[in-house]
């Protein structure tokens, strides 16, 4: 459980889309029992663990078919509108804000089922949790190249978001990507900020599931816990650093209007489909029958 569920089910929808329309439909489909799987990973559950994460997740997962598809649909559909008009970095950001506010109603409506999975973890599989966050965190740190230095990190974030771009808008010219490096290089490099951020989320984690396991306090305190653990989770409370998040918050948002206005208008249309493509398939699927 590496971070809150509210995202559990969006990053596994996300996460099969670049695989195509057939992954989208089969992975979404298999939601539950995936997650499932995901858990198991890291706390190693036992038989009755497994039951419960079962049962919850199933109910989890068709409450999101018919509750929160349609809301990813609006989502892509105001994404068309961004695409094929002129937008600024306040449009980036409403944008953003919305993917935002469907996470932190998946955060709520699953609350009471995490409270639950939390009250039965025993402290050999919380342990186990934290060194599989540690695991990943290395591989995590790797990847954004954070003991290379600034140009290290830069060069990370270029691949990174250079390979999302292509994704959407088709292979970029070699003057477009000229272009996309002189950006990258004109920001900021929040790598280590968000790895910070990253391992605060984490913490926050595993100390209110080492409190649920020591203390026994309620259902309602434990909800209580989580609610205010899902409040804090994108954006930290302390306010010189919650500027500086929203400060590399807002110069994403203009990256992206940037990049968007470099694009040709077939790349345009490349994106166009490929929403549209995301846009039926996640009305079908909030059509089928589910759990």
């Known amino acids: ?31 539950d029992s995936l997650l499932r799987w995901w858990v198991d990973l890291y706390v190693n559950m036992s038989p009755e663990q497994d039951a419960l994460a079962r049962e919850r ?28 008009g002129q937008p600024n970095a306040a449009d980036m ?4 804000d919305g993917m935002i506010r469907l996470g932190r109603i998946l955060a709520e409506h699953a609350t009471p089922d995490i409270a ?13 949790m934290a060194a599989r966050l540690a695991e990943k965190n290395v591989e995590y740190a790797k990847d954004a190249q954070l003991a290379d230095g600034e140009s290290g990190q830069r060069k990370a974030r270029y691949k990174r978001l250079l390979e999302r771009a292509e994704y959407w808008f088709g292979d970029f010219s070699g003057e477009q990507k000229t272009a996309f490096r002189r950006l990258i290089d004109s920001q900021s490099i929040g790598s280590q900020f968000w790895y910070d951020e990253r391992l605060r989320r984490q913490q926050e984690w595993l100390t209110l599931a080492r409190q649920v396991q ?28 919650l500027a500086q998040a929203q400060a590399l918050r807002r110069a994403s948002a203009e ?8 694009t040709t208008p077939a790349q345009r249309a490349h994106a166009l489909q490929k929403l549209g ?3 039926r398939d996640f009305t079908e699927l909030s059509q089928e029958p589910g759990g």
């Open 1 to 31: 459980m590496r971070r809150s569920i509210r995202l559990l089910i969006l990053a596994l929808a996300v996460g099969v889309l670049l695989q195509g329309c057939s992954a989208v439909r089969l992975g979404y489909g298999n939601a």
């Open 57 to 84: 997740l199933a109910r989890l997962h068709a409450w999101h078919r018919k509750a929160q598809l349609p809301d990813y649909v609006a989502v892509l559909r105001q994404s068309q509108k961004l695409v094929a």
């Open 93 to 96: 950001l409403t944008l953003g």
């Open 116 to 128: 639950d999975f939390l009250a039965t973890l025993a402290p050999e599989q919380i342990e186990r």
């Open 214 to 241: 020591r203390d026994r306090p309620s259902r309602e305190l434990v909800m209580k816990w989580l609610r205010d653990y899902a409040a804090r989770f994108d954006l930290p409370v302390d306010p010189a650093r």
């Open 255 to 262: 990256l992206s209007v940037a990049v968007l206005a470099m």
């Open 277 to 279: 493509d995301l846009m």
